[in-house]
């Protein structure tokens, strides 16, 4: 089945590393997005991504880069993580060709930075 | 500015009770509405959107333009309706991002 993956599933880390959390999909849609969902907060957007060219900013896109490297591949690095970015992160999906109208979502990556 | 609320972190109720999952938009445009649904260890998934007008396992939502409303509900909820519940706004235009509101956890009691 076409599937949106992500990797590590689980990742601790240290304040200061560097971290990528990748995210790959077989659907052969166009729109690639970064999500991290905290407890009362929900998800909220980090950055998207309407084509291989097209990387737009989010809500909350400080301390995170992204790279599109291929249509299939969206990558999200945190450059010097730190603590507050403890948190569950989702990449997601969607299609132009088919209205745009639903949002398909990986696993999940949970991030712990010590 | 964009915005979902939702303003209920969670919402408790027993095997059959009537369920409404309330959600609360801003948007000066032409939104589209969903409603995404996490079930316990699975990821997110879409269970209803309002151009659809579809019942999805008893969930109904209505868009009410007047009150910027569009809220869940179900006439006698199940222990498996027990998830994270989240609502969603995509605005119209070139650059329509998909922007959820905080979540509710609807628990189910026997």
């Known amino acids: 089945d076409a599937d949106v993956t992500q990797t590590p599933r689980n990742r601790i880390t240290k304040t200061g590393k560097r971290i990528m959390l990748e995210c790959s999909q077989t659907?052969?849609?166009?729109?690639m997005y970064w999500y991290r969902q905290d407890p009362g907060l929900g998800l909220r957007l980090i950055y998207y991504?309407?084509?291989?060219?097209?990387?737009n900013k989010g809500e909350i896109s400080d301390g995170y880069s992204v790279s599109r490297q291929a249509q299939a591949k969206f990558s999200l690095s945190l450059e010097s993580a730190i603590p507050n970015q403890t948190a569950l992160y989702f990449c997601?999906?969607?299609?132009?060709?088919?209205?745009?109208?639903?949002?398909?979502f990986g696993q999940g990556t949970r991030l712990t930075v010590v | 500015a964009q915005r979902v609320t939702q303003p209920e972190k969670l919402l408790s109720v027993f095997k059959g009770a009537p369920v409404e999952l309330k959600c609360n938009y801003s948007?000066?445009?032409?939104?589209?509405l969903f409603w995404y649904v996490q079930y316990s260890r699975q990821r997110l998934q879409l269970l209803l959107r309002?151009?659809s007008r579809e019942s999805i396992k008893g969930f109904t939502a209505d868009l009410n333009k007047g009150e910027t409303s569009f809220h869940l509900k179900k006439p006698f909820a199940q222990e498996e309706d027990s998830a994270m519940y989240y609502c969603?706004?995509?605005?119209?235009?070139?650059?329509?991002?998909?922007?959820f509101g905080a979540g509710t956890r609807l628990a189910v009691h026997p």
């Open positions: 997601a999906t969607s299609d132009t060709r088919q209205g745009n109208t639903e949002a398909f």
């Open positions: 659907k052969g849609h166009d729109r």
């Open positions: 991504s309407f084509d291989v060219k097209d990387i």
């Open positions: 948007y000066s445009g032409s939104p589209e």
């Open positions: 309002h151009i």
């Open positions: 969603a706004l995509r605005s119209s235009g070139g650059y329509n991002k998909l922007i």
